[in-house]
T-cell receptor, first 111, second 111 residues
Framework: NAGVTQTPKFQVLKTGQSMTLQCAQD?????MYWYRQDPGMGLRLIYY???????DKGEVPNGYNVSRLNKREFSLRLESAAPSQTSVYFC??????????FGDGTRLSIL | AQSVTQPDIHITVSEGASLELRCNYS??????LFWYVQSPGQGLQLLLK??????LVQGIKGFEAEFKRSQSSFNLRKPSVHWSDAAEYFC?????????FGAGTRLTVKP
């Protein structure tokens, strides 16, 4: 019963490095999401994918790109990491008229 | 503009005491409403949801919440708190791919 799986769980980068965060779900959900969580700010939506082959910007998309590789997988890429992108990143998926299911997060530090 | 407010950043209650966490929202239409709980180092777990119908909803772990349309509120309650309830609680409001999260309320439980 894996649900939503995120890799890696922890990562430290240097400013300017690139990285891809991976997310996979096994619930056959159409919609997938990437959020960032910062202290005192709750979760903010970076990008989402309403279905395979589509992606849309959320509230804070700058500095990020995404790929919906197939129905199961939705990756988040930082092309040139900046210290302001230090955060905890959560992937979520959702079935039709259902609540979102979350992964355990990726803790990313950028020095 | 859509927004979610959790007025209490941090609440401390004694074990066995009752609990109420507040959530107020601003949303154009009648939204779906959710409460999630997050333990340290974990993802968000759904406690309960309101889509329509009875405005008092029951969730897991003995939690309940009441939707009050006139007050734009969806407060979370529990009659008797257990030490294991110590965590951060997030209210979320929205429809489909437009989901907004509150900043969270951290609950501390005193022995």
């Amino acid at each position: 019963n894996a649900g939503v799986t995120q890799t890696p769980k922890f990562q430290v980068l240097k400013t300017g490095q690139s990285m891809t965060l991976q997310c996979a779900q096994d619930m056959n959900h159409n919609s997938m999401y990437w959020y960032r969580q910062d202290p005192g700010m709750g979760l903010r939506l970076i990008y989402y994918s309403a279905s395979e082959g589509t992606t849309d910007k959320g509230e804070v998309p700058n500095g990020y790109n995404v790929s919906r590789l197939n129905k199961r997988e939705f990756s988040l890429r930082l092309e040139s990491a900046a210290p302001s992108q230090t955060s905890v990143y959560f992937c979520a998926s959702r079935g039709t008229n259902q609540p979102q299911h979350f992964g355990d997060g990726t803790r990313l530090s950028i020095l | 503009a859509q927004s979610v407010t959790q007025p209490d950043i941090h609440i401390t209650v004694s074990e066995g005491a009752s609990l109420e966490l507040r959530c107020n929202y601003s949303y154009g239409a009648t939204p779906y409403l959710f409460w999630y709980v997050q333990s340290p180092g974990q993802g968000l777990q759904l406690l309960l949801k309101y889509f329509s119908g009875d405005t008092l909803v029951q969730g897991i772990k003995g939690f309940e919440a009441e939707f009050k349309r006139s007050q734009s509120s969806f407060n979370l309650r529990k009659p008797s708190v257990h030490w294991s309830d110590a965590a951060e609680y997030f209210c979320a409001v929205g429809q489909n791919n437009d989901m907004r999260f509150g900043a969270g309320t951290r609950l501390t439980v005193k022995p």
